[in-house]
């Protein structure tokens, strides 16, 4: 599997989002390493179809993802149990990691 995370510096969740996927995939055995993308200008967000930083692809999908959100240089927030947040829990990881 390959799990990209692309971000851009100004975001306050893409170092939350980094250790969380490091600790689910260890959690689940898995040795896939996580690319890590910086997004700096509006053209590369659009070239990689970047609704918001954080934002994870697995194999080249968005699991998160909503097809009617536009590329932007934003904050992205994830709908958690716990209300929104800027990055999905561990649980929720887990299971599109699986």
């Not at 990209?4 to 989002?17: A, E, K, Q």
């Not at 659009?46 to 993802?65: E, W």
């Amino acid at each position: 599997m390959t799990v990209t995370l692309f971000y851009f510096d100004g975001c306050p969740h893409w170092m939350t989002m980094d250790e969380r996927l490091k600790a689910v995939l260890r959690r689940i055995g898995r040795e896939d390493a996580v690319e890590r993308r910086r997004v700096e200008t509006i053209e590369d967000a659009q070239a990689v179809g970047f609704t918001g930083s954080p934002m994870i692809l697995l194999n080249g999908s968005d699991p998160f993802g909503d097809l009617t959100t536009p590329a932007s240089l934003s904050c992205r927030m994830y709908q958690t149990p716990d209300g929104p947040a800027g990055s999905p829990t561990l649980d929720q990881l887990v299971e599109v990691l699986r």
